[in-house]
C-alpha cells in the first residue's frame, strides 16, 4: 500500500521562493553562469534503550540555506541558518566573493552537464505513518515491549534497543529555472541481544536483520513488512547455538551468502569503486581511490557472467532514492556492471562532462545546507537471476562442503576497495548440501575481483532483499548518507576462510 503526501506544512510556511528570487537575481547580476539556492532542513529522532530502560532520547533539527555559484568557471559556496531573502543576498554575495577569490587557483573550469528545468516539481518518499507525529511514550512502550521479549528467554544476559528515525526536508531552485521541493523519511529499528560467558570472561551478541529503510513507523509496527516477532522469537536459541559452536576450519570454502551480509560487500567492494571521483583521485587524501580506474572501463571483468549491477535513484523504499539530487537532475536508473563487465560510474552535473556523457546520472547530494554538495552513491543493487527463481536452499543444495553466512558485522577494506575481509551474525555448516549447525570465527577474504569471479550463481527474486546503512561516510569535511543495496542470495566457490580467533592470537 502506498500513500500520497504532501511537503509539510511547517516547511512550506518558510519563504522559500523570495529567498530564491533575492539570491538567483543577485547572481544573475553578478554574472554567475550558474548558481542554485538549497533550503535544507533535517529532523531527527534517536532513542536508546538498555535491558529494557531508556537510556537516551534526543532530537535534533537543523534548517539551512545554501548557495552555490559558477563565477568565471570557479564554484563558490557560502550558508547560513536563517531563511530570509535579506539573509540570502548576504550569502550570495559571499558565495560570489569565494568565487572569484579562488579563480587564479582554479586550473580546471567547472562544466556542468546539461538538464532539463523542472518548475514547480514536487516529491515525497512513500511511507504510511508520519514516524514525528507517533509520540515518544508509544515508540518507547513498543522498543520496552520487544527488549522484553528477548531479555525473557534463558540465556540472554543484556538487549540493547534503538530506533533513529530522519526526515529530510529540501527546496531547491537554480537560474536555469528549476524549483523542486522533497520530503523524505527513513527509520532505522536495531535489537541486540547479548549471552555472558562468565567463567570463561567471554560473550556473543546477536542482533536483528531488519534493515534500515525509506519508511514511516508503520515497519515497526504488526503490520510491518518484516516480521519481528519471529525473529525476535529465534534469536535467543540461535544465540545460545552460537555460543557453543565449534570453531572454523580455515581455508578455501564454498559460501552461500544471504543478502542481509552480501549488501554490505556490495557496498564496500561496488559501491565505493564506482564512485567516479573517487576513481580519478578525489577521495585519496580520505577514503581512498579505487582499483576500477576510467581506463578500465568497458574491459575490466568485475565478476562472472552472472553479474549485473545497478544503480538506482529511483527504486521504492531505497535509502538514496529521490525524485532528484543536489544538482536538480531527475532520477535515474543505470547499469554499472553488465555480464561481469565494468560499464559505468556513478556521476554529478561536473563528473559527467569528464567522462565525456552529455548528462549526470544524478548522484549529487549534501547532508547539511552547510556543505557542498559532492558526488555519493545511490542504491548500488545486484540482480536476481532473471529466468530462474532459484531458492536460498536450492543454492545451499549444490554445496557439498561450505558455509552459509548470515547477517552483517565487522568488514575491512583497502583504500582502493580491492583486498578485504568481512565477518558476519552467524555462520552454518553445510555438510552435503544441507544446514549442519553453526560455526563461530568466521571471516572471509579475498580480493574484490577474485570474490566476484567465484560467484557461480545468484538466487531468484525470491530471494532478493534490500539491505542498507544510514552512516555512509565521504569527503572532508566529512558528509553522511544513507544507501540501501539489494541482492539476492548468491554462490560463491573456493573463497578464502580466516579463523578469527586464530589470527588474533598470531
Not at 503526501?5 to 516547511?11: G, K, L, S, T, Y
Not at 515525497?124 to 514516524?131: C, G, H, I, Q, R
Not at 522498543?143 to 534503538?162: F, K, N
Not at 504488526?222 to 570453531?247: H, M, N, V, Y
Request: charged content about 20%.
Amino acid at each position: 500500500m502506498t500513500v500520497t503526501r504532501d511537503v509539510d506544512a511547517e516547511f512550506l510556511s518558510f519563504p522559500l521562493r523570495a529567498v530564491a528570487d533575492a539570491a538567483l537575481s543577485l547572481a544573475r547580476a553578478a554574472g554567475a553562469e550558474h548558481a542554485d539556492v538549497r533550503v535544507h532542513r533535517l529532523s531527527t529522532q534517536s532513542i536508546r534503550l538498555r535491558d529494557g530502560a531508556v537510556q537516551s532520547v534526543s532530537d535534533g533539527d537543523e534548517i539551512g540555506l545554501a548557495v552555490r555559484v559558477v563565477v568565471d568557471g570557479t564554484w563558490g559556496f557560502a550558508s547560513h541558518a536563517e531563511i530570509t531573502p535579506e539573509t540570502a543576498v548576504r550569502v550570495t554575495r559571499q558565495a560570489v566573493d569565494v568565487a572569484k577569490a579562488l579563480r587564479s587557483l582554479n586550473r580546471d573550469p567547472v562544466i556542468l552537464a546539461d538538464e532539463p528545468v523542472y518548475a514547480d516539481a514536487t516529491w515525497v518518499s512513500p511511507y504510511l505513518e508520519d514516524p514525528f507525529a507517533v509520540p515518544t511514550s508509544e515508540k518507547v512502550e513498543l522498543l520496552v515491549d520487544y527488549s522484553g521479549r528477548l531479555q525473557a528467554a534463558d540465556g540472554v544476559d543484556h538487549v540493547t534497543a534503538s530506533v533513529l528515525q530522519v526526515k529530510e526536508q529540501t527546496f531547491y531552485a537554480d537560474l536555469a529555472g528549476s524549483t523542486i521541493t522533497q520530503q523524505r523519511v527513513r527509520l532505522h529499528p536495531e535489537f541486540e541481544a547479548t549471552a555472558v560467558d562468565k567463567s570463561a570472561g567471554s560473550f556473543e551478541s546477536m542482533r536483528t536483520l531488519a534493515p534500515p529503510v525509506a519508511r514511516g513507523w508503520e515497519y515497526l509496527g504488526s503490520g510491518s513488512t518484516w516480521d519481528w516477532s519471529e525473529e525476535l522469537a529465534q534469536i535467543p536459541a540461535w544465540l545460545a547455538e552460537k555460543t557453543k559452536a565449534p570453531s572454523v576450519t580455515a581455508g578455501p570454502t564454498d559460501l552461500v551468502i544471504d543478502p542481509s551480509n552480501l549488501w554490505l560487500t556490495i557496498h564496500e567492494s561496488i559501491g565505493h569503486a564506482t564512485e567516479y571521483d573517487r576513481a580519478i583521485g578525489y577521495e585519496a587524501a580520505y577514503a581512498g581511490t579505487s582499483f576500477a580506474t576510467p581506463d578500465k572501463l568497458g574491459t575490466l571483468k568485475y565478476g562472472t557472467d552472472v553479474m549485473h549491477v545497478t544503480a538506482d535513484r529511483t527504486v521504492e523504499h531505497g535509502l538514496a532514492s529521490v525524485g532528484y539530487d543536489d544538482d536538480g537532475v531527475a532520477s535515474q536508473r543505470w547499469d554499472l556492471v553488465a555480464g561481469g563487465i565494468l560499464v559505468g560510474y556513478q556521476l554529478d552535473r561536473v563528473f559527467a562532462p569528464r567522462l565525456g556523457l552529455t548528462r549526470s546520472n544524478g548522484c549529487s547530494y549534501a547532508d547539511s545546507a552547510h556543505h557542498v554538495p559532492i558526488q555519493r552513491m545511490a542504491n548500488v543493487s545486484l540482480a536476481a537471476d532473471p529466468v530462474t527463481d532459484t531458492s536460498t536452499r536450492e543454492l545451499i543444495s549444490r554445496v557439498e562442503d561450505g558455509i552459509y553466512v548470515v547477517g552483517d558485522k565487522s568488514w575491512s577494506i583497502d583504500m582502493q576497495r580491492y583486498n578485504f575481509q568481512f565477518t558476519g551474525q552467524r555462520f552454518f555448516k553445510i555438510t552435503g548440501g544441507k544446514l549442519a549447525g553453526q560455526v563461530r570465527d568466521v571471516a572471509y577474504q579475498a580480493t574484490t575481483t577474485d570474490f566476484w569471479g567465484s560467484m557461480e550463481a545468484v538466487g531468484g527474486e525470491s530471494t532478493w532483499r534490500l539491505g542498507g546503512a544510514f552512516n555512509c561516510g565521504k569527503a572532508q569535511p566529512g558528509q553522511v548518507a544513507a544507501v540501501s543495496h539489494g541482492c539476492p542470495s548468491a554462490l560463491f566457490r573456493g573463497v578464502n576462510i580466516l579463523n578469527t580467533r586464530s589470527e588474533a592470537q598470531q
